[in-house]
């Protein structure tokens, strides 16, 4: 297992730096919050984004991709984390092409999956369907009437899926909640008869929606991979998610971090710099070994997701570890550095405040610590 960036990494690891730092710094994500945003980001950015090649990293060439392997994507997100940026790269590229390349027929590729490297198309994953993420406890139903299938049922928290083109929506076919088998995929264009889009406000002021689907009547072709069959094929694209938002997490984490060590030496009380309070030194201290320990855990994450000699429990361990270890580092850091701060440190003056909502909406999101710890245990079971 390699724990480093390759050079080819370190390499896209600047150019994603310089560009978002030149194109989208803090203040520009403060500005789409103070704006109100409909899409929660900035259209344009991802334009620029998809022309850098970032939509196409994971992607074989024969659909406009770059065969750069998920690894790839590691540099980008902890680039955004940096930066705070929002746009639709997990939820689009991530999450909805990976099950549109591992289950999607040759048309439904050659209509969708094209389509969305190239920016043409947005793509949201309908999932959750309770306050907390538990996929197995899906419950939406996908009826089969002849030729075509009715899905009813409430969606929440489906990540940019304000305005997306269309929906990947997990819905149960057969089975019972909890249970693996039974759950299907069905690709769902937006303006479907039946389908109903609200925003869903977070803290964090992203683009999040709620789906209802009111008898939604969809055709066979817009079921992705075999009926019932879907978990495997999900769980796959979930780790690819959890991964690539550990490292959004521990890009945040390590900026909100280097930002409170300049506050530490500059700001001054009793004539001296706080920073050389030994209680605060030994606090500091034990965030950089944390922030270390996740990077470990991330880069495993990462590396394990193109590792072919990995099963499928292997896989699924580690990315739970790499999302589990970034959400708890970065809820440390971001605690310490609101606290570090003072008074200040409350205040939307700093963006201290903005780092923190982002750690705390991200750390939910695909699951929280208690599920990522459940999902370890499961998983190693299988492993023993």
Known sequence: MN???SEEHRLLADSAREFLAARS?????RRLRDENSALGFDSQL????????WSAIPFPEQFGGL??????????FEAMGRNLVASPLLSSVVLSGSLLHLAGSSAQQDRWLTALISGELRLALALDEQPRHRPLNTTLKAEADGDCFRLSGDKYFVVDGVDADAYIVAARTSGQPGEQQGISLFLVEAGA?????TALPLIDSRNCAQLRLNDVKVGRE????QTGAAWPLLAVALDRGRVCLAAELLGAAEQLFASTLDYLKTRVQFDTPIGSFQALQHRAAK?????HLARSAVMAGLDALDDPELSEAERGQLASLAKW???????RVSNEAVQMHGGIGVTDELDVGLYLKRVRVAQACLGDSDYLCEQYAALNELCA
């Open 3 to 5: 724990l480093l960036y």
């Open 25 to 29: 710094p803090v203040s520009a994500q």
């Open 46 to 53: 991802w334009r620029e984004a998809v022309e850098l090649g």
């Open 67 to 76: 065969e750069f392997g998920c690894k790839g994507l590691g540099p980008v």
């Open 193 to 197: 008869t039946g389908l109903e889009s």
């Open 222 to 225: 817009a079921l992705l991979g």
């Open 287 to 291: 965030l950089y070994v944390e922030l």
């Open 325 to 331: 270890k970034a959400g708890e580092t970065a809820a």
